[in-house]
């Protein structure tokens, strides 16, 4: 059976849906939501489609080929959502960004607007775009990034998102070669890591730019997490593939 579920609670409220086998869409409230998908090609949205309702929902995607849409942040890696049982590879499930709201106002960070960018040649990323993911050791160094790169990620363990900023750019041990354009302000990026316990997904963006050039220079990046990989404790050379990620108007 095909089942549509749409959850609404109190403020302040947890709320836990299960479903059993089908294609099931299931979209959360603003509140803290528990989430288990059965059997099935399901659909899961785990807040309203608001910069500020975001809030750390807990998913468990189930067998089956599972989507979770990502929406927002609120400006706080606190707020990224729990999934366990994220199956990734050919045939997996998939995440999937919505410009539209990832794009907005705090969404990511407080008071900043980002862009979704190819760090290659600057190009804004669009809904009809493939992931192209680049995999990058913690200890590569001076990494160029390739044509057409639209996400990094990071073969190795990196503690936090601080670490991963301080990673990426000039000084640090996989500081990325970009376009000049690719390091404008706004331009962001997503990232595959692990801190050795989970794997998350973040998005980085420039902040700010210190000079006009083909490296992010020391505090120019910003991370957030928009995701948590309940248990992958390891990013592995070709685990995540293209098709484990989308990009939606």
Do not use: H
């Amino acid at each position: 059976a095909t089942n549509t579920v749409s959850i609404a609670g109190s403020p302040g409220a947890s709320i836990t849906v299960s479903t059993g086998s089908g294609n099931d869409t299931i979209t959360g409230s603003d509140q803290a939501d528990n989430v288990t998908a059965g059997a099935g090609t399901d659909n899961i949205t785990t807040d309203s489609a608001t910069v500020a309702s975001a809030d750390a929902d807990n998913v468990t995607t189930g067998t089956g080929t599972d989507t979770v849409n990502i929406f927002s942040v609120a400006g706080s890696s606190a707020n990224a959502d729990l999934i366990s049982d994220f199956s990734p590879g050919t045939g997996g499930d998939i995440l999937s960004f919505d410009l539209s709201l990832l794009e907005t106002d705090g969404a990511i960070d407080v008071g900043e607007v980002i862009d979704f960018s190819e760090l290659f040649d600057g190009s804004s990323v669009a809904d009809s775009d493939a992931a192209s993911i680049q995999e990058i050791a913690v200890a590569a160094g001076a990494t160029v990034v390739a044509a057409n790169v639209n996400m990094i990620a990071i073969i190795g363990t990196v503690a936090t998102t601080d670490a991963l900023e301080t990673l990426l750019e000039a000084g640090g041990g996989a500081p990325l070669t970009i376009n000049a354009a690719g390091g404008d302000v706004t331009s962001s990026f997503p990232v595959i890591y692990s801190d050795a316990t989970n794997g998350f997904v973040a998005v980085c963006f420039a902040e700010t730019e210190t000079a006009n050039d083909t490296t992010f220079e020391a505090t120019d990046l910003v991370c957030r997490n928009v995701a948590r990989l309940s248990g992958n404790a390891a990013i592995t050379a070709a685990e995540f593939v293209a098709a484990n990620f989308d990009f939606v108007p």
